[in-house]
């Protein structure tokens, strides 16, 4: 938390109206209010007197019990409050600012003060946080700040205080994420805009974010929620037993430390936590040249390298540098999951008959319809089956003939199938056939 500076603000402190030190255009609108209406000006909005144990009051009701509302609720339109002035109020943050932080309703305000301006907006409750973007500025330097403040706080105490005081109470759930210069004209224009919603859920932190989670509070919300990954991470054969948040970081810290399979652990506990929290999703795909090519083969291949108690030291290395890979952002990407269609055996079988199918000889399927069309050679398998890889999702008419006459008398129907991303579609026998010249109309699969 950068440092606030401390200013009695008496009969000395300027109004907004009377600056003379300041741009002629007022700066960035802290408030992201719209024209005229905007706190960070002090154009149009009168100031909200407020009387301080009527605020004492606000803060005394506590948010618990008496807020209704979603747990989950990204907001998209706020209810702008009346811009305060320590000059002529004593509670610069009126009700209107006191009740919706207080409820983690949508509201955005804030006040001047005798070296700058005060600022915050409720951007979104998520859970048992109501997620707040704070501004502090102080003669031209801003500090931002994105705060997950516990929804049993409520409405905090130093938000009645004044002179750059406002997160005094909150200071270890807020994290400051800008800092730029008013009067420079470094800063952009809207201080108190809300984190954008992510596009991608291919956002992976790094192991020291998450070891930093189990130090205690943090802005991210994730210490409260390590407990609830437990059940998560122990599908890993590699963290069989892992119970709570305590066991957790005990793996996210290798002991000893200079241990390389203690390192590709937890490693792999950050890759698990990234997963279980939503930060990787199925869809992730990861850009090295080697495989496993999607988040998830990478998480078996991982678990299967350090779960195996014959593991040796190449082992480790190799399941180090693939959890690191992923967790750094340098080896993921969001893209479109390939899918891949498998014939069985028996469907192998039946179309191409005894000898028709030599392992390990290409055979060729057409792809009528479909996100790709034409034909595609993959190598013959009659034990595995045939599958055709790297497929983009989305529903086919797949022709897999053998040649363009019928074979033995049955012609087969094409098929309409569904690959599905980062996923199989297996074609099974019994397949279908079709009546054309010179060929045997029965259908089945023998």
């Known amino acids: ?67 209704g509302g979603a747990d989950f609720v990204d907001y998209s339109s706020w209810t ?51 997620v707040i973007r704070a501004v502090s500025e102080t003669e031209g330097r801003v500090d931002a700040y994105l705060c997950r403040v516990p929804r049993s706080v409520g409405a905090w105490p130093s938000l009645l205080g004044c002179n750059g005081t406002m997160l005094d109470d909150v200071a270890a759930y807020c994290e400051l994420t800008l800092q730029c210069n008013d009067w420079l004209g470094t800063c952009p224009t809207d201080l108190l805009a809300c984190p954008e919603k992510a596009d991608s859920a291919c956002q992976p932190k790094t192991q020291g974010f998450w070891k930093r989670q189990c130090e205690g509070p943090h802005p991210s919300g994730e210490p409260e929620r390590l407990s609830g990954y437990a059940a998560c991470v122990d599908d890993a054969r590699t963290f069989a037993g892992v119970a709570d948040a305590v066991e957790i970081c005990d793996r996210l810290h290798p002991q000893p430390n200079s241990d390389k399979c203690e390192q590709a652990e937890a490693q792999f506990m950050a890759l698990e936590l990234n997963a279980c929290s939503g930060r990787l999703a199925p869809s992730c795909c990861t850009s090295s040249d080697r495989e496993p090519s999607t988040v998830v083969e990478a998480v078996a291949e991982v678990d299967a390298l350090l779960a195996n108690p014959d593991r040796g030291f190449d082992d480790c290395v190799s399941a180090q540098a693939i959890a690191d890979g992923i967790n750094s952002g340098r080896t993921v990407a969001d893209c479109t999951c390939m899918g891949r269609l498998v014939l069985d055996p028996i469907t192998v079988e039946f179309i191409w008959g005894s000898g028709q199918c030599v392992d390990g000889q290409d055979v060729t399927v057409t792809m009528l319809s479909g996100p790709v069309t034409g034909s595609i050679s993959a190598p013959c398998d009659t034990v595995a089956g045939i599958t055709l890889e790297g497929l983009p999702p989305g529903d086919y008419v797949i022709d897999i003939r053998l040649a363009s006459v019928c074979y033995e008398g049955i012609l087969i129907e094409p098929l309409s199938v569904t690959v599905p991303p980062c996923g199989e579609v297996v074609v099974p026998a019994p397949l279908w056939c079709r009546d054309a010249a010179g060929c045997d109309d029965a259908c089945g699969g023998g």
């Open 1 to 67: 938390m950068a440092r606030f500076f401390m200013v009695l603000c008496v009969g000395s402190c300027l109004s907004p109206q009377a600056r003379t030190d300041r741009p002629a255009d007022g700066g960035p609108d802290l408030g992201g209010a719209g024209p005229g209406r905007s706190w960070r000006t002090g154009a149009s909005s009168p100031h909200e007197a407020m009387a301080s144990d009527e605020a004492a009051a606000i803060l005394d009701s506590g948010a618990e019990g008496e807020c």
């Open 80 to 130: 702008t409050c009346a811009s305060g002035d320590c000059a002529v109020d004593s509670t610069p943050f009126g009700a209107c600012v006191l009740d919706g932080v207080g409820c983690c309703e949508p509201v955005v305000g804030g006040y001047f003060w005798g070296l700058g301006h005060e600022g915050l907006k409720v951007c979104a409750r998520d859970g048992d946080a109501c």
